[in-house]
């Protein structure tokens, strides 16, 4: 049996933070956990690197500079990418939740919530494209 087909395919995360401090944690976490990261400061970094991005999911702060992460993922939606993706956010509320999947996000999760909980609903929006 070949080696490369028994290891469980390593699944690739694009994470868009400005907070240096939450983006190098959730990176470490991420890693931590198997996940392989790559990681924007704000919404136009992704935006430059869109057309040549190839992850299976999305995980993006609903705070950014210039423009919020709903409307970031719009921005994408319109230019045709369909990559699951999860909003993190500190202010979570009803409206939000609703905008968010509106506007095409799988999941919305509270930065404080439980980190294996985001893990897992990550891991989950991830599969869908495998």
Known sequence: MNQSASQPELLKV??????????????????????AVDSYRNGMEILMNQPSLQVDCLL???????????????????AGDRTPAIL?????????????????????????????????RLSEAAKQVH
């Open 60 to 78: 993006i702060d609903y705070k950014l500079p210039r423009f919020d992460g709903v409307d970031l993922l719009e921005k994408m939606r319109l």
């Open 88 to 120: 993190i956010t500190g202010f979570y509320s009803a409206t939000l939740r609703d905008r968010a999947i509106k506007a095409g996000y799988t999941d919305v999760v509270e930065k404080s919530s439980d980190p294996q909980d985001m893990l897992d």
């Open 14 to 35: 694009a994470l868009v933070e400005d907070d240096e401090e939450v983006r190098y944690s959730l990176m470490m976490l991420l890693r931590s956990r198997g996940f």
